[in-house]
């Protein structure tokens, strides 16, 4: 028999695993990454060169590799994956990238999740059935007496009271029956059979056993004789876990060894209690409280396998740890690279943001920023510099994403800790296939086919500017917020497989004393980070009573309102009180020990609770009063409804500040830092400067313009400086309306309409007297003349403001470019310097709409351009994609046009 040893989690949370870099120290990634897609891998040198080469002039830092299913009618081209021309184009891609100052990384395999053909079904997921069956139901017992499994299966006779007793197999084998209202509760450990979602050729097969080292090393050998197995082969920058969806899997061969290790009781005379038929009772919940707690565990030992490999093979690792059933904090920290996914639209205010109608939020979520800080939190306790995140998934339906949505839902995980941003994504596309090209199943396309391709660059700079500063600056947070994670293993409500997914933030987080405190603490402006009970054991002391792991220091813990917790975090908790740190806890204590293996240190627990209860450094009741007392930072930005992430470098602060909300405009502001200097710092363009602001016994005031959908830097430094002062350009209350438009159309398709329109009232051109504008996905120049009054000469400019913009405005004011306009507010600034006051003046917009309208060409034309294996190809909602059902999608500019004076 095999050796069960659970891993001790504590061994490793402290370590980087941050192997031997392979890519240049100089790998950019600060520019935004893209999911790039190979349709049954049938890509060639050429096409990689070009696509390559666009990554880079759009902006782009690197681009992760994901095999998946190929378009019919390339079969000749597909190649299986770790094949020998597949690792020959791979290495060639590798070699492209660098020449070009890209990164590649690549997912641990095809699809996801984890699995192929080399895995069998002993080393597959594996699954507990529940079977109860009347014992007179000859029939049922006939079918279940076929089952392979039946050898090993756990029976319980249930009696008309409800009692369970265990018997023997062979009832069962006999067929024997019982008299009386009685039944059988069969158990069989079976496969789960599932088979790998969206697998490329040559990556089809059963997905593996998540639970099993051994299953996991037997799965990765398939990479060792193959992608690492090449003299001199070039290797990905990072190999890529996708989050957990292997479904059903609740068992492993080894898991009653591994659970009796570790509770010191034998599960299988009570497996009963954990059955969705066993009645409530503080059985069930100890019992399902154990049992999920060895699950957590062995999902982290063999995670931890793959994370151990690929650092021996000098790779560093993105994990995405969301979806599994373990403790979330602890299994992101294996990673070099915690990676979070935001999936949907995120339901803000802002004005002309829209969501797309059809998202169905019952079935998908939205994203928050609370589940987000899962994949932060650990990284900034263990000191991990990257946070990723796979970002846009579904914003919007297929060709009906525009910059000005992308914007806002990038900001919102920027707030959360998130500075390492994947689009999703990019599908390898020949150059040239006719529009749309190859696309993956789920939107939101950034490849070279997509309707804002051409202004994607200036996006790729905005977050590049952003992330510069979010990656060289550190976490400045105060307080660790405890995840309860014994309270959510001990819940029988929920199905015994507990999924932590980060999609439904209302389902599971929100609702419970744990989100709810979470989102006050977010409500009321304080830095925060998550903490798990083994990452408590790692924590030291410094002199200043903080706590930290690595470089952040905390200056509290919060204990929500927890009802288990284990001696060995009471014991830990002492310790650090006894130090004098800090512990706040909400309303209450710990009340009970969980599971059912831990009963004989009920003493040892109410002895640790009594030294907490009356330690000095202890505070009980309610944490946001508690917080006060403590004299712990918080900001007020978020009651002014602007959203933030503060950090710090040398000593200097690091807001970056966005308004998500339709709340603030401009106002005065308090920050909680003093101050002898503050730095005004706009992502979007580049203009800063020093700002004056007042001092405060307490940080400081200043004024602040930040339009709804807006976003800025702000530093704080804690010494003098020298440069160019700042002052925001105020729009006055003097405006007038650019009127007398003609609007001409030259660049698009699938037919350039010729009309040229003089348009008295700007509406969507989709309304106006040309067919073909019915279905354009192209350009539309805008041109006019304008007349400023003499008296608004002043050193600055005026503003260009646009009511509606379907999707984006390059702007000419007499003849020279003055910048784009992508995202909300549909405004721009023009400076004085390209105006002529008291004359006239031609202003020219190049508007591009979204490319849907040319989509609904396509399928009520009848054109073939879904020819996709597996999902081929769906909408938002999931079901067959037909956009010759849409009515005709507002394009152009809707509405008014202003020029509005500077105050």
Not at 310 to 326: E, S
Not at 347 to 357: E, W
Not at 422 to 441: I, Q, V
Not at 831 to 852: D, Q
């Amino acid at each position: 028999m095999k050796k069960i040893i659970l891993l001790s989690i504590s061994l490793f949370i402290g370590q980087q695993l941050f192997s031997q870099q392979i890519y240049p120290s100089t790998l950019n990634t600060t520019s935004p990454w893209t999911y790039w897609w190979w349709p049954g891998n049938a890509v060639n040198r050429e096409g990689i060169t070009w696509q390559l080469e666009h990554f880079k002039k759009s902006g782009l830092g690197g681009a992760h590799i994901i095999p998946i299913y190929g378009v019919k009618g390339e079969e000749g081209h597909f190649l299986p994956f770790l094949g020998k021309e597949w690792l020959e184009i791979f290495s060639f891609t590798c070699a492209e990238a660098r020449r070009l100052g890209l990164g590649i990384d690549l997912s641990t395999g095809t699809g996801w999740p984890f699995g192929g053909p080399g895995v069998t079904k002993q080393n597959g997921a594996k699954q507990i059935v529940f079977n109860e069956v009347d014992t007179a139901d000859t029939l049922k017992i006939d079918e279940l007496t076929g089952k392979s499994t039946l050898a090993e299966a756990d029976v319980f006779l249930i009696n008309a009271d409800g009692n369970y007793k265990r018997v023997n197999n062979s009832i069962i084998k006999n067929r024997l029956t019982q008299p009386g209202n009685q039944k059988y509760l069969i158990i069989t450990y079976e496969p789960t059979n599932q088979q790998v979602k969206r697998a490329a050729p040559g990556g089809e097969g059963l997905v593996t056993d998540h639970f099993d080292p051994e299953a996991m090393k037997q799965y990765l050998s398939a990479f060792d004789a193959t992608l690492l197995g090449g003299k001199d082969r070039l290797l990905p920058r990072a190999v890529y876990n996708d989050s957990y969806e292997v479904y059903k899997a609740n068992w492993t061969t080894r898991f009653n060894e591994a659970f009796i290790q570790q509770h010191h009781y034998d599960l299988k005379p009570v497996i009963y209690a954990v059955s969705p038929g066993y009645p409530e009772s503080p059985l069930k919940g100890k019992v399902m409280s154990d049992y999920r707690e060895t699950l957590s565990a062995l999902l982290y030992e063999g995670e931890s396998t793959w994370t151990t490999w690929a650092a021996k093979h000098h790779m560093i690792t993105r994990y995405q740890a969301h979806g599994a059933p373990g403790n979330l904090p602890d299994l992101y920290a294996l990673s070099d690279i915690p990676e979070t996914e935001s999936f949907g639209s995120s339901n803000f205010s802002i004005p002309g943001v829209r969501m797309d109608a059809d998202y169905e939020e019952k079935n998908f979520g939205r994203p928050h920023p609370l589940m987000m800080k899962f994949a932060s939190s650990p990284a900034h306790l263990l000191g991990k510099k990257l946070v990723a995140s796979e970002s846009t998934t579904w914003l919007g339906n297929h060709f009906k994403v525009a910059l000005s949505q992308i914007k806002p839902q990038i900001d919102e995980l920027f707030t959360a800790g998130i500075n390492h941003i994947f689009f999703h994504g990019t599908t390898y596309s020949p150059s040239g296939e006719p529009f749309p090209g190859w696309l993956f199943y789920a939107s939101t396309n950034y490849g070279t086919n997509s309707h804002f391709y051409n202004e994607l660059p200036l996006l790729n700079r905005y977050i590049t500017n952003c992330q510069k500063l979010l990656q060289e600056s550190e976490p400045d947070n105060d307080i660790l917020v405890y995840l309860p994670i014994y309270d959510f293993w001990a819940d029988t409500k929920e199905p015994l497989l507990s999924l932590f997914s980060v999609h439904y933030a209302g389902k599971w987080f929100l609702n419970t004393p744990f989100g709810e405190l979470s989102a006050h603490l977010w409500e009321n402006g304080y830095g925060f980070d998550y903490i798990s009970d083994n990452q408590i054991s790692q924590l030291k002391v410094n002199s200043d009573k903080s706590v930290s792991v690595s470089k952040s220091r905390y200056q509290t813990i919060v204990i929500p309102q927890t009802i288990h917790m284990t001696t060995e975090t009471l014991k830990n908790l002492n310790s650090l009180a006894q130090q004098g740190v800090k512990i706040i806890f909400d309303q209450q204590l710990p009340l009970q020990l969980p599971g059912y293996g831990r009963a004989d240190q009920q003493n040892q627990f109410n002895s640790l609770i009594k030294g907490l209860n009356y330690s000095p450094s202890v505070t009980k009741g309610e944490a946001i009063s508690a917080l006060n007392r403590l004299n712990i930072r918080h900001e007020s930005l978020n009651s002014s409804g602007l959203s933030f992430i503060r950090k710090q470098l040398s000593g200097n602060k690091y807001y970056f500040i966005t308004n998500l909300s339709n709340k603030f405009s401009d106002d005065t502001i308090s920050l909680s830092e003093k101050a002898e200097a503050v730095e005004y710092y706009n992502p979007m363009n580049g203009d800063r400067g020093f700002i004056s602001f007042k001092k405060k016994e307490q940080g400081i005031l200043t004024k602040l313009c930040l339009l709804p959908g807006s976003s800025c830097f702000l530093i704080t430094y804690n010494k003098p400086q020298n440069g160019k002062s700042w002052h925001f350009n105020i729009p006055a209350d003097r405006s007038f309306e650019i009127s007398n438009w003609m609007v001409q159309f030259k660049k698009g398709s699938p037919a350039v309409p010729k009309t040229i329109f003089k348009p008295g009232e700007l509406t969507s051109w989709t309304t106006w007297p040309d067919s073909a504008l019915q279905w354009y996905n192209g350009y539309g120049s805008y041109s006019a003349d304008f007349k400023i009054p003499a008296h608004w000469n002043n050193s600055k400019g005026v503003y260009l403001k646009i009511d509606d913009l379907r999707e984006t405005a390059g702007v000419t004011v007499n003849g020279i470019s003055v910048g784009t306009i992508w995202a909300v507010p549909f405004e721009l600034f023009i400076p004085a310097k390209r105006l002529k006051f008291g004359r006239l003046n031609t202003i020219k917009l190049e508007v591009h709409n979204l490319s849907a309208n040319e989509a609904r060409y396509l399928d009520t034309k009848g054109v073939n351009w879904k020819k996709f294996y597996d999902a081929n190809i769906v909408d938002i909602t999931y079901r067959p994609f037909d956009a010759s059902k849409w009515s005709p999608v507002p394009s152009g500019i809707l509405g008014k046009v202003k020029i509005v004076a500077i105050k």
